[in-house]
Protein backbone atom coordinates (compact mmCIF):
# COMPACT_ATOMS: atom_id res chain seq x y z
CA UNK A 1 0.00 0.00 0.00
CA UNK A 2 1.36 3.27 -0.74
CA UNK A 3 0.89 6.81 1.33
CA UNK A 4 -2.81 7.50 -0.04
CA UNK A 5 -4.04 3.30 0.79
CA UNK A 6 -4.21 2.42 -3.00
CA UNK A 7 -2.18 -0.86 -3.62
CA UNK A 8 -0.09 -2.38 -6.90
CA UNK A 9 -3.53 -3.03 -8.63
CA UNK A 10 -4.77 0.41 -8.31
CA UNK A 11 -4.11 2.65 -11.64
CA UNK A 12 -3.42 5.97 -9.25
CA UNK A 13 -3.62 8.87 -12.23
CA UNK A 14 -7.43 7.12 -12.39
CA UNK A 15 -8.08 6.75 -9.12
CA UNK A 16 -7.09 10.54 -8.21
CA UNK A 17 -9.20 11.63 -10.90
CA UNK A 18 -12.21 9.53 -9.98
CA UNK A 19 -11.94 9.60 -6.38
CA UNK A 20 -9.94 12.55 -4.70
CA UNK A 21 -8.61 10.60 -1.16
CA UNK A 22 -9.64 14.14 1.32
CA UNK A 23 -11.44 12.38 4.03
CA UNK A 24 -10.78 11.45 7.32
CA UNK A 25 -8.60 8.33 8.01
CA UNK A 26 -10.44 7.00 11.27
CA UNK A 27 -14.01 6.30 12.29
CA UNK A 28 -14.22 6.18 15.88
CA UNK A 29 -16.29 2.41 16.45
CA UNK A 30 -18.48 3.78 19.34
CA UNK A 31 -20.23 5.46 16.50
CA UNK A 32 -21.58 2.55 15.17
CA UNK A 33 -25.47 3.23 16.10
CA UNK A 34 -24.83 6.21 14.03
CA UNK A 35 -23.37 4.22 10.89
CA UNK A 36 -26.37 4.47 8.89
CA UNK A 37 -26.43 7.81 8.52
CA UNK A 38 -22.74 8.04 8.31
CA UNK A 39 -22.59 5.73 5.40
CA UNK A 40 -25.61 7.73 3.90
CA UNK A 41 -23.48 11.10 4.25
CA UNK A 42 -20.77 9.21 2.71
CA UNK A 43 -18.02 10.06 5.65
CA UNK A 44 -15.72 7.91 4.87
CA UNK A 45 -16.21 7.98 0.54
CA UNK A 46 -12.74 10.10 0.12
CA UNK A 47 -10.53 8.27 2.56
CA UNK A 48 -9.50 5.48 0.70
CA UNK A 49 -7.55 3.92 3.71
CA UNK A 50 -10.74 4.33 5.79
CA UNK A 51 -13.35 2.85 3.27
CA UNK A 52 -10.96 -0.22 3.78
CA UNK A 53 -10.75 -0.32 7.33
CA UNK A 54 -14.97 0.31 7.17
CA UNK A 55 -15.13 -2.77 4.61
CA UNK A 56 -12.59 -5.18 6.77
CA UNK A 57 -15.42 -4.56 9.81
CA UNK A 58 -18.34 -4.82 8.05
CA UNK A 59 -17.32 -7.81 6.10
CA UNK A 60 -15.86 -9.71 8.66
CA UNK A 61 -19.23 -8.67 10.91
CA UNK A 62 -21.06 -10.57 8.27
CA UNK A 63 -22.68 -14.02 9.99
CA UNK A 64 -21.31 -17.01 7.88
CA UNK A 65 -21.71 -20.59 7.85
CA UNK A 66 -18.74 -22.45 10.09
CA UNK A 67 -16.73 -23.12 7.11
CA UNK A 68 -15.78 -20.49 4.85
CA UNK A 69 -13.02 -19.83 2.47
CA UNK A 70 -10.37 -17.48 3.49
CA UNK A 71 -7.11 -16.22 2.45
CA UNK A 72 -5.14 -19.14 3.54
CA UNK A 73 -7.83 -21.19 1.05
CA UNK A 74 -6.85 -19.01 -1.68
CA UNK A 75 -2.89 -19.25 -1.55
CA UNK A 76 -3.81 -22.79 -1.55
CA UNK A 77 -5.49 -23.33 -5.07
CA UNK A 78 -4.66 -20.33 -7.17
CA UNK A 79 -2.01 -22.14 -8.42
CA UNK A 80 -3.81 -25.07 -9.41
CA UNK A 81 -6.59 -23.80 -10.77
CA UNK A 82 -5.11 -20.57 -12.80
CA UNK A 83 -1.58 -22.62 -13.59
CA UNK A 84 0.48 -21.50 -16.18
CA UNK A 85 -2.10 -19.22 -18.08
CA UNK A 86 -1.81 -15.54 -18.29
CA UNK A 87 -4.46 -14.03 -15.65
CA UNK A 88 -5.53 -11.25 -18.86
CA UNK A 89 -6.83 -14.27 -20.79
CA UNK A 90 -8.27 -16.02 -17.80
CA UNK A 91 -11.89 -17.76 -18.86
CA UNK A 92 -14.69 -16.12 -16.36
CA UNK A 93 -16.83 -18.53 -14.63
CA UNK A 94 -19.60 -19.60 -16.56
CA UNK A 95 -22.24 -18.03 -13.89
CA UNK A 96 -20.92 -14.18 -14.21
CA UNK A 97 -23.45 -14.70 -17.82
CA UNK A 98 -20.96 -13.35 -20.05
CA UNK A 99 -20.89 -9.79 -17.64
CA UNK A 100 -17.81 -8.60 -18.15
CA UNK A 101 -14.70 -7.03 -15.60
CA UNK A 102 -15.71 -3.32 -14.80
CA UNK A 103 -12.11 -1.51 -15.13
CA UNK A 104 -12.73 0.56 -11.80
CA UNK A 105 -9.86 2.44 -12.28
CA UNK A 106 -7.39 -0.80 -12.01
CA UNK A 107 -4.43 -1.66 -13.96
CA UNK A 108 -3.92 -4.64 -15.83
CA UNK A 109 -2.70 -6.88 -13.25
CA UNK A 110 -5.78 -5.62 -11.30
CA UNK A 111 -8.44 -6.97 -13.76
CA UNK A 112 -6.11 -10.17 -14.16
CA UNK A 113 -6.45 -10.69 -10.19
CA UNK A 114 -10.30 -10.38 -10.52
CA UNK A 115 -10.25 -13.28 -13.09
CA UNK A 116 -8.20 -15.75 -11.18
CA UNK A 117 -10.15 -14.19 -7.88
CA UNK A 118 -13.49 -15.51 -9.54
CA UNK A 119 -12.08 -18.04 -10.62
CA UNK A 120 -11.13 -19.32 -7.56
CA UNK A 121 -15.09 -18.51 -6.07
CA UNK A 122 -16.35 -20.68 -8.82
CA UNK A 123 -14.19 -23.65 -6.93
CA UNK A 124 -14.90 -22.83 -3.65
CA UNK A 125 -18.74 -22.61 -4.59
CA UNK A 126 -20.00 -24.98 -6.86
CA UNK A 127 -23.54 -24.03 -5.80
CA UNK A 128 -23.63 -20.72 -7.34
CA UNK A 129 -24.72 -21.15 -10.48
CA UNK A 130 -26.01 -17.24 -11.47
CA UNK A 131 -24.17 -14.35 -9.99
CA UNK A 132 -23.55 -11.60 -12.72
CA UNK A 133 -23.20 -9.00 -9.93
CA UNK A 134 -20.51 -10.67 -9.06
CA UNK A 135 -17.55 -9.03 -11.25
CA UNK A 136 -18.17 -5.56 -9.95
CA UNK A 137 -18.19 -6.84 -6.36
CA UNK A 138 -15.00 -8.40 -6.88
CA UNK A 139 -13.31 -5.42 -8.82
CA UNK A 140 -14.17 -3.00 -5.94
CA UNK A 141 -13.28 -5.06 -3.28
CA UNK A 142 -10.19 -5.23 -4.64
CA UNK A 143 -9.78 -2.08 -4.37
CA UNK A 144 -9.58 -1.95 -0.41
CA UNK A 145 -7.58 -4.96 0.11
CA UNK A 146 -4.33 -5.55 0.61
CA UNK A 147 -3.36 -8.53 -1.74
CA UNK A 148 -5.70 -10.71 -3.97
CA UNK A 149 -6.30 -13.58 -0.71
CA UNK A 150 -8.06 -10.71 1.30
CA UNK A 151 -10.26 -9.76 -1.34
CA UNK A 152 -10.96 -13.38 -2.32
CA UNK A 153 -12.07 -13.78 1.82
CA UNK A 154 -14.21 -10.58 1.32
CA UNK A 155 -16.09 -11.48 -1.47
CA UNK A 156 -16.45 -15.32 0.06
CA UNK A 157 -17.92 -13.99 2.80
CA UNK A 158 -20.64 -11.86 1.41
CA UNK A 159 -21.67 -15.26 -0.34
CA UNK A 160 -21.18 -17.32 2.64
CA UNK A 161 -23.52 -15.24 4.66
CA UNK A 162 -25.96 -17.95 6.68
CA UNK A 163 -28.61 -15.82 8.20
CA UNK A 164 -31.67 -16.23 6.05
CA UNK A 165 -32.96 -12.76 7.09
CA UNK A 166 -30.14 -11.00 5.16
CA UNK A 167 -30.28 -11.37 1.40
CA UNK A 168 -26.92 -9.87 0.13
CA UNK A 169 -25.94 -11.13 -3.66
CA UNK A 170 -28.29 -13.61 -5.79
CA UNK A 171 -26.64 -16.70 -6.52
CA UNK A 172 -29.17 -18.44 -8.69
CA UNK A 173 -31.19 -17.54 -11.98
CA UNK A 174 -34.34 -17.80 -9.79
CA UNK A 175 -33.35 -15.61 -7.18
CA UNK A 176 -32.31 -13.11 -9.70
CA UNK A 177 -35.17 -13.22 -12.19
CA UNK A 178 -37.56 -12.88 -8.86
CA UNK A 179 -36.04 -9.62 -8.24
CA UNK A 180 -36.12 -8.68 -11.71
CA UNK A 181 -39.97 -8.96 -11.09
CA UNK A 182 -40.32 -7.70 -7.80
CA UNK A 183 -38.28 -4.35 -9.32
CA UNK A 184 -40.54 -4.41 -11.91
CA UNK A 185 -43.43 -4.40 -8.99
CA UNK A 186 -41.45 -1.54 -7.49
CA UNK A 187 -41.64 0.70 -10.55
CA UNK A 188 -45.60 0.06 -11.45
CA UNK A 189 -45.65 1.39 -7.73
CA UNK A 190 -43.24 4.34 -7.12
CA UNK A 191 -42.16 5.37 -10.54
CA UNK A 192 -45.22 5.55 -12.79
CA UNK A 193 -44.65 7.96 -14.91
CA UNK A 194 -41.42 5.97 -15.88
CA UNK A 195 -43.11 2.95 -15.96
CA UNK A 196 -45.24 4.28 -18.30
CA UNK A 197 -42.91 5.44 -20.43
CA UNK A 198 -40.80 2.37 -20.84
CA UNK A 199 -44.48 0.24 -21.77
CA UNK A 200 -44.93 2.96 -24.24
CA UNK A 201 -41.58 2.52 -25.56
CA UNK A 202 -40.74 -1.18 -25.26
CA UNK A 203 -42.08 -4.13 -27.17
CA UNK A 204 -41.03 -5.87 -24.11
CA UNK A 205 -40.84 -4.18 -20.42
CA UNK A 206 -39.80 -6.55 -18.22
CA UNK A 207 -36.91 -7.36 -20.32
CA UNK A 208 -35.85 -3.69 -19.84
CA UNK A 209 -36.28 -4.35 -15.72
CA UNK A 210 -33.76 -7.08 -16.25
CA UNK A 211 -31.19 -5.08 -16.50
CA UNK A 212 -31.79 -3.32 -13.78
CA UNK A 213 -28.68 -4.86 -11.42
CA UNK A 214 -26.40 -4.23 -14.45
CA UNK A 215 -26.67 -0.54 -14.05
CA UNK A 216 -25.78 -0.49 -10.68
CA UNK A 217 -22.91 -3.60 -10.96
CA UNK A 218 -21.60 -2.51 -14.05
CA UNK A 219 -22.63 0.71 -15.55
CA UNK A 220 -22.44 3.11 -12.92
CA UNK A 221 -19.17 5.13 -12.53
CA UNK A 222 -16.35 3.57 -9.92
CA UNK A 223 -17.69 6.35 -7.81
CA UNK A 224 -21.03 5.98 -7.59
CA UNK A 225 -20.69 2.89 -7.27
CA UNK A 226 -18.36 2.91 -4.25
CA UNK A 227 -20.96 5.05 -2.41
CA UNK A 228 -23.81 2.73 -2.96
CA UNK A 229 -21.78 -0.14 -2.06
CA UNK A 230 -21.10 1.85 1.41
CA UNK A 231 -24.58 1.95 2.15
CA UNK A 232 -25.41 -1.61 0.91
CA UNK A 233 -23.28 -3.25 3.39
CA UNK A 234 -24.64 -1.63 6.35
CA UNK A 235 -28.23 -1.43 5.13
CA UNK A 236 -28.59 -4.42 2.79
CA UNK A 237 -30.48 -5.46 -0.69
CA UNK A 238 -33.14 -3.30 0.08
CA UNK A 239 -30.81 -0.32 -0.94
CA UNK A 240 -30.23 -1.38 -4.60
CA UNK A 241 -33.64 -1.27 -5.21
CA UNK A 242 -33.74 1.84 -4.24
CA UNK A 243 -30.86 3.14 -6.57
CA UNK A 244 -32.05 1.42 -9.31
CA UNK A 245 -35.70 3.18 -8.45
CA UNK A 246 -33.96 6.85 -8.27
CA UNK A 247 -32.13 5.95 -11.60
CA UNK A 248 -35.17 5.45 -13.36
CA UNK A 249 -36.26 8.68 -12.01
CA UNK A 250 -33.66 10.81 -13.54
CA UNK A 251 -33.80 8.83 -16.92
CA UNK A 252 -37.52 9.73 -17.04
CA UNK A 253 -36.98 13.71 -16.05
CA UNK A 254 -34.31 13.78 -18.49
CA UNK A 255 -35.58 11.94 -21.51
CA UNK A 256 -39.56 12.37 -21.13
CA UNK A 257 -40.75 14.25 -23.84
CA UNK A 258 -37.37 13.60 -25.77
CA UNK A 259 -36.81 10.83 -28.91
CA UNK A 260 -34.74 8.30 -27.38
CA UNK A 261 -31.47 7.89 -29.00
CA UNK A 262 -31.61 4.50 -30.15
CA UNK A 263 -34.64 1.70 -30.78
CA UNK A 264 -33.00 0.06 -27.76
CA UNK A 265 -34.94 2.02 -24.47
CA UNK A 266 -32.69 -0.97 -22.77
CA UNK A 267 -29.55 0.67 -24.63
CA UNK A 268 -30.48 4.11 -23.82
CA UNK A 269 -30.68 3.64 -20.29
CA UNK A 270 -26.92 1.74 -19.92
CA UNK A 271 -25.77 4.77 -22.09
CA UNK A 272 -27.66 7.13 -19.13
CA UNK A 273 -25.96 5.63 -16.44
CA UNK A 274 -22.55 5.34 -17.77
CA UNK A 275 -22.77 8.72 -18.10
CA UNK A 276 -24.32 9.89 -15.05
CA UNK A 277 -22.04 12.51 -13.57
CA UNK A 278 -23.98 14.42 -17.20
CA UNK A 279 -27.05 14.39 -14.59
CA UNK A 280 -26.92 14.22 -10.74
CA UNK A 281 -23.85 13.60 -8.48
CA UNK A 282 -23.25 10.75 -6.15
CA UNK A 283 -24.99 12.58 -2.93
CA UNK A 284 -28.45 13.75 -5.33
CA UNK A 285 -28.81 10.04 -6.83
CA UNK A 286 -28.79 8.66 -2.83
CA UNK A 287 -31.13 11.56 -1.91
CA UNK A 288 -33.56 10.32 -4.25
CA UNK A 289 -33.20 7.03 -3.52
CA UNK A 290 -33.76 7.35 0.35
CA UNK A 291 -36.56 9.77 -0.53
CA UNK A 292 -38.75 7.25 -2.32
CA UNK A 293 -40.73 5.55 1.23
CA UNK A 294 -40.40 1.75 -0.06
CA UNK A 295 -42.37 -1.03 1.80
CA UNK A 296 -41.16 -2.37 4.59
CA UNK A 297 -37.96 -5.42 4.00
CA UNK A 298 -40.71 -7.69 5.08
CA UNK A 299 -43.08 -6.50 2.50
CA UNK A 300 -40.92 -6.75 -0.23
CA UNK A 301 -39.39 -10.10 1.28
CA UNK A 302 -42.68 -11.48 1.08
CA UNK A 303 -43.06 -10.12 -2.82
CA UNK A 304 -39.76 -11.64 -3.64
CA UNK A 305 -41.07 -14.55 -2.62
CA UNK A 306 -44.18 -14.41 -4.10
CA UNK A 307 -42.30 -13.95 -7.31
CA UNK A 308 -40.53 -16.50 -6.46
CA UNK A 309 -43.13 -19.29 -6.69
CA UNK A 310 -44.60 -18.26 -9.67
CA UNK A 311 -41.39 -19.10 -11.69
CA UNK A 312 -40.94 -22.15 -9.72
CA UNK A 313 -44.67 -23.19 -10.74
CA UNK A 314 -43.67 -22.23 -14.68
CA UNK A 315 -40.69 -24.16 -14.06
CA UNK A 316 -38.40 -21.08 -14.94
CA UNK A 317 -35.62 -21.93 -13.06
CA UNK A 318 -32.53 -21.77 -14.99
CA UNK A 319 -31.83 -19.44 -17.55
CA UNK A 320 -32.83 -21.00 -20.85
CA UNK A 321 -29.69 -20.91 -22.92
CA UNK A 322 -31.63 -20.72 -26.17
CA UNK A 323 -33.71 -17.43 -25.80
CA UNK A 324 -33.04 -15.67 -22.38
CA UNK A 325 -36.48 -15.52 -20.63
CA UNK A 326 -37.70 -17.33 -23.47
CA UNK A 327 -40.65 -18.60 -21.67
CA UNK A 328 -42.30 -15.05 -19.88
CA UNK A 329 -45.03 -13.22 -22.05
CA UNK A 330 -44.55 -9.97 -22.08
CA UNK A 331 -47.18 -7.49 -21.88
CA UNK A 332 -47.47 -7.27 -25.50
CA UNK A 333 -47.62 -10.94 -26.05
CA UNK A 334 -49.58 -12.44 -23.01
CA UNK A 335 -52.50 -10.12 -24.53
CA UNK A 336 -52.84 -10.90 -28.17
CA UNK A 337 -54.89 -9.07 -30.85
CA UNK A 338 -56.13 -12.10 -32.47
CA UNK A 339 -57.61 -13.96 -29.62
CA UNK A 340 -58.24 -11.15 -27.73
CA UNK A 341 -62.22 -9.74 -27.18
CA UNK A 342 -63.90 -7.77 -25.17
CA UNK A 343 -67.15 -5.47 -25.25
CA UNK A 344 -66.05 -3.57 -22.96
CA UNK A 345 -61.94 -2.58 -23.72
CA UNK A 346 -59.74 -2.68 -26.62
CA UNK A 347 -56.39 -4.63 -26.95
CA UNK A 348 -54.61 -1.29 -26.38
CA UNK A 349 -56.68 -0.49 -22.83
CA UNK A 350 -56.24 -4.21 -22.07
CA UNK A 351 -52.62 -4.02 -22.48
CA UNK A 352 -52.23 -0.48 -20.53
CA UNK A 353 -54.00 -2.38 -17.71
CA UNK A 354 -52.18 -5.78 -17.95
CA UNK A 355 -48.81 -3.37 -17.60
CA UNK A 356 -50.29 -2.58 -13.99
CA UNK A 357 -50.64 -6.02 -12.71
CA UNK A 358 -48.09 -7.87 -10.41
CA UNK A 359 -45.22 -8.97 -12.73
CA UNK A 360 -46.03 -12.73 -11.20
CA UNK A 361 -49.15 -12.26 -13.07
CA UNK A 362 -48.33 -10.24 -16.24
CA UNK A 363 -46.73 -13.48 -17.57
CA UNK A 364 -49.83 -15.13 -17.72
CA UNK A 365 -52.62 -14.40 -20.49
CA UNK A 366 -56.55 -13.03 -19.86
CA UNK A 367 -59.34 -15.15 -19.27
CA UNK A 368 -63.13 -14.29 -19.39
CA UNK A 369 -64.66 -15.57 -16.39
CA UNK A 370 -67.64 -13.64 -16.82
CA UNK A 371 -69.56 -11.75 -19.15
CA UNK A 372 -72.93 -10.10 -18.22
CA UNK A 373 -73.92 -10.45 -22.48
CA UNK A 374 -73.28 -13.86 -21.72
CA UNK A 375 -74.30 -14.95 -18.71
CA UNK A 376 -76.64 -12.31 -17.95
CA UNK A 377 -77.05 -9.54 -15.21
CA UNK A 378 -76.58 -11.53 -12.43
CA UNK A 379 -74.15 -11.24 -9.23
CA UNK A 380 -74.88 -14.80 -8.17
CA UNK A 381 -73.25 -15.99 -11.94
CA UNK A 382 -70.68 -13.34 -11.77
CA UNK A 383 -69.32 -15.10 -8.29
CA UNK A 384 -69.79 -18.46 -9.80
CA UNK A 385 -67.74 -17.94 -12.48
CA UNK A 386 -65.35 -16.25 -10.35
CA UNK A 387 -64.93 -18.45 -7.78
CA UNK A 388 -61.17 -20.44 -7.89
CA UNK A 389 -59.84 -17.81 -9.48
CA UNK A 390 -57.39 -15.63 -8.25
CA UNK A 391 -56.73 -12.40 -8.68
CA UNK A 392 -59.16 -11.07 -10.78
CA UNK A 393 -59.98 -7.85 -12.76
CA UNK A 394 -63.79 -6.50 -12.93
CA UNK A 395 -64.30 -3.70 -15.64
CA UNK A 396 -67.57 -2.17 -15.91
CA UNK A 397 -69.08 0.20 -19.13
CA UNK A 398 -71.99 2.73 -18.32
CA UNK A 399 -74.73 3.40 -20.34
CA UNK A 400 -72.64 6.55 -21.31
CA UNK A 401 -70.02 4.60 -22.27
CA UNK A 402 -67.83 5.10 -19.08
CA UNK A 403 -65.65 2.77 -18.78
CA UNK A 404 -63.64 1.61 -15.27
CA UNK A 405 -62.91 -1.35 -13.12
CA UNK A 406 -60.75 -2.80 -10.39
CA UNK A 407 -57.68 -5.39 -10.14
CA UNK A 408 -58.88 -7.53 -7.21
CA UNK A 409 -56.07 -9.69 -5.71
CA UNK A 410 -58.27 -12.71 -3.41
CA UNK A 411 -60.50 -15.31 -4.52
CA UNK A 412 -64.44 -13.83 -4.44
CA UNK A 413 -64.87 -17.31 -3.08
CA UNK A 414 -63.12 -15.64 0.84
CA UNK A 415 -66.53 -14.07 0.83
CA UNK A 416 -68.27 -17.44 1.96
CA UNK A 417 -66.33 -17.28 5.45
CA UNK A 418 -68.13 -14.41 7.03
CA UNK A 419 -71.64 -16.30 6.16
CA UNK A 420 -74.40 -13.74 5.59
CA UNK A 421 -72.08 -11.21 6.86
CA UNK A 422 -70.79 -8.50 4.09
CA UNK A 423 -67.38 -8.68 5.09
CA UNK A 424 -63.84 -7.15 3.39
CA UNK A 425 -61.46 -9.05 2.52
CA UNK A 426 -58.63 -8.64 0.13
CA UNK A 427 -54.54 -7.05 0.06
CA UNK A 428 -53.20 -3.35 -0.22
CA UNK A 429 -52.48 -5.02 -4.19
CA UNK A 430 -55.71 -4.25 -5.14
CA UNK A 431 -56.46 -1.01 -7.12
CA UNK A 432 -59.23 0.64 -9.27
CA UNK A 433 -59.06 2.64 -12.26
CA UNK A 434 -61.16 4.84 -15.23
CA UNK A 435 -60.09 4.44 -18.54
CA UNK A 436 -62.82 6.16 -20.35
CA UNK A 437 -63.08 9.38 -20.68
CA UNK A 438 -59.30 9.25 -19.11
CA UNK A 439 -56.54 7.38 -17.70
CA UNK A 440 -56.60 7.07 -14.05
CA UNK A 441 -55.28 4.24 -11.21
CA UNK A 442 -55.49 4.56 -7.61
CA UNK A 443 -53.82 2.42 -5.51
CA UNK A 444 -54.31 1.43 -1.49
CA UNK A 445 -53.65 4.68 0.23
CA UNK A 446 -50.63 3.57 2.23
CA UNK A 447 -48.67 3.27 -0.92
CA UNK A 448 -48.23 6.38 -1.54
CA UNK A 449 -49.06 7.17 1.91
CA UNK A 450 -47.13 5.25 4.18
CA UNK A 451 -46.99 7.79 7.21
CA UNK A 452 -50.80 6.51 7.64
CA UNK A 453 -49.38 3.81 9.30
CA UNK A 454 -46.45 2.35 11.03
CA UNK A 455 -45.23 -1.29 10.48
CA UNK A 456 -46.57 -3.60 12.85
CA UNK A 457 -44.22 -4.99 15.71
CA UNK A 458 -42.77 -7.54 13.44
CA UNK A 459 -41.61 -5.25 10.73
CA UNK A 460 -38.49 -3.62 9.97
CA UNK A 461 -38.52 -0.13 10.84
CA UNK A 462 -37.70 2.46 8.58
CA UNK A 463 -36.70 5.07 11.11
CA UNK A 464 -35.13 3.05 13.47
CA UNK A 465 -31.18 3.72 13.51
CA UNK A 466 -30.04 -0.55 12.72
CA UNK A 467 -26.38 -1.50 13.65
CA UNK A 468 -24.63 -3.02 11.22
CA UNK A 469 -26.25 -5.92 8.80
CA UNK A 470 -29.11 -5.44 10.83
CA UNK A 471 -31.44 -5.66 7.80
CA UNK A 472 -33.71 -8.81 9.00
CA UNK A 473 -36.75 -10.18 7.27
CA UNK A 474 -38.56 -12.51 9.91
CA UNK A 475 -37.31 -16.14 8.80
CA UNK A 476 -40.43 -18.18 10.46
CA UNK A 477 -41.56 -19.88 7.34
CA UNK A 478 -45.46 -19.23 8.55
CA UNK A 479 -44.60 -15.57 8.15
CA UNK A 480 -43.13 -16.08 4.56
CA UNK A 481 -46.48 -17.41 3.57
CA UNK A 482 -48.13 -14.77 4.41
CA UNK A 483 -49.81 -12.41 1.66
CA UNK A 484 -47.79 -9.48 0.40
CA UNK A 485 -49.04 -5.83 1.38
CA UNK A 486 -51.81 -8.13 3.74
CA UNK A 487 -53.70 -5.25 6.28
CA UNK A 488 -52.87 -7.02 9.23
CA UNK A 489 -49.03 -6.40 8.74
CA UNK A 490 -49.80 -2.47 9.38
CA UNK A 491 -50.89 -0.61 12.45
CA UNK A 492 -53.68 1.09 10.70
CA UNK A 493 -55.32 4.26 12.66
CA UNK A 494 -58.70 2.62 11.58
CA UNK A 495 -60.46 -0.14 9.51
CA UNK A 496 -61.98 2.15 6.51
CA UNK A 497 -57.81 2.18 5.37
CA UNK A 498 -58.20 -1.88 4.33
CA UNK A 499 -61.74 -2.21 3.18
CA UNK A 500 -60.37 -3.56 -0.62
CA UNK A 501 -63.45 -5.73 -1.71
CA UNK A 502 -67.13 -7.34 -0.33
CA UNK A 503 -69.36 -9.16 -1.86
CA UNK A 504 -73.21 -10.49 -0.96
CA UNK A 505 -76.39 -11.81 -2.34
CA UNK A 506 -77.11 -8.10 -3.15
CA UNK A 507 -74.34 -5.97 -3.66
CA UNK A 508 -70.47 -6.32 -4.51
CA UNK A 509 -68.27 -3.33 -3.15
CA UNK A 510 -65.08 -2.22 -3.81
CA UNK A 511 -63.32 0.04 -1.23
CA UNK A 512 -64.81 0.97 1.75
CA UNK A 513 -64.30 3.80 4.65
CA UNK A 514 -66.06 7.70 3.65
CA UNK A 515 -67.48 6.01 0.67
CA UNK A 516 -67.33 3.31 -1.83
CA UNK A 517 -64.82 3.57 -4.96
CA UNK A 518 -67.56 0.84 -6.63
CA UNK A 519 -70.84 -0.10 -5.43
CA UNK A 520 -72.84 -2.52 -7.67
CA UNK A 521 -76.54 -3.64 -6.74
CA UNK A 522 -77.30 -7.68 -7.20
CA UNK A 523 -79.07 -7.35 -10.75
CA UNK A 524 -75.73 -5.61 -11.90
CA UNK A 525 -77.53 -3.05 -13.38
CA UNK A 526 -77.07 0.10 -11.19
CA UNK A 527 -73.75 1.56 -9.95
CA UNK A 528 -72.42 4.38 -7.72
CA UNK A 529 -69.28 5.48 -7.64
CA UNK A 530 -67.21 7.75 -4.93
CA UNK A 531 -64.54 8.71 -3.08
CA UNK A 532 -63.40 6.20 -0.42
CA UNK A 533 -60.54 6.18 2.19
CA UNK A 534 -59.10 3.08 1.11
CA UNK A 535 -58.00 4.37 -2.36
CA UNK A 536 -57.77 8.00 -1.24
CA UNK A 537 -59.90 8.10 -5.18
CA UNK A 538 -62.07 10.59 -7.42
CA UNK A 539 -65.25 8.61 -8.61
CA UNK A 540 -64.49 6.57 -11.49
CA UNK A 541 -67.05 7.85 -13.18
CA UNK A 542 -70.84 9.18 -13.06
CA UNK A 543 -71.11 8.94 -9.29
CA UNK A 544 -74.67 7.36 -10.27
CA UNK A 545 -74.72 5.59 -13.02
CA UNK A 546 -76.83 2.60 -15.23
CA UNK A 547 -74.46 -0.49 -16.07
CA UNK A 548 -74.25 -1.38 -19.82
CA UNK A 549 -71.74 -4.42 -19.84
CA UNK A 550 -69.74 -5.78 -16.74
CA UNK A 551 -66.81 -8.51 -17.56
CA UNK A 552 -65.03 -10.76 -15.10
CA UNK A 553 -60.94 -11.30 -16.47
CA UNK A 554 -59.24 -14.08 -14.72
CA UNK A 555 -55.14 -15.00 -15.17
CA UNK A 556 -54.39 -18.13 -17.71
CA UNK A 557 -50.78 -19.55 -17.62
CA UNK A 558 -50.43 -20.14 -21.42
CA UNK A 559 -48.48 -23.47 -20.67
CA UNK A 560 -51.81 -24.80 -19.68
CA UNK A 561 -54.02 -23.59 -22.66
Not at 190 to 210: G, P
Not at 399 to 418: H, I, M, P
Not at 550 to 558: H, I, R, T, Y
Amino acid sequence: MDSLGYNCFVDKDKMDAAIQDLGPKELNWTELQELKQLAREGFWAQSHTLRRKVYQRLIRDIPCRTVTPDASVYSDIVGKIVGKHSSSSLPLPEFVDNTQVPNYCLNARGEGAVRKILLCIANQFPDISFCPALPAVVALLLHYSIDEAECFEKACRILACNDPSKKLIDQSFLAFESSCMTFGDLVNKYCQAAHKLMVAVSEDVLQVYSDWQRWLFGELPLNYFARVFDVFLVEGYKVLYRVALAILKFFHKVRAGQPLESDNVKQDIRMFVKDIAKTVSPEKLLEKAFAIRLFSRKEIHLLQMANEKALKQKGITVKQKSVSLSKRQFVHLAVHAENFHSEIVSVKEMRDIWSWVPERFALCQPLLLFSSLQHGYSLTRFFFQCEGHEPTLLLIKTTQKEVCGAYLSTDWSERNKFGAKLSFFGTGECFVFRLQPEVQRYEWVVIKHPELTKPASFMSSETSTPSPLSHSVPSDPADRLSPFLAARHFNLPSKTASMFMAGGSDCLIIGGGGGQALYIDGDLNRGRTGHCDTFNNQPLCSENFLIAAVEAWGFQDPDTQ
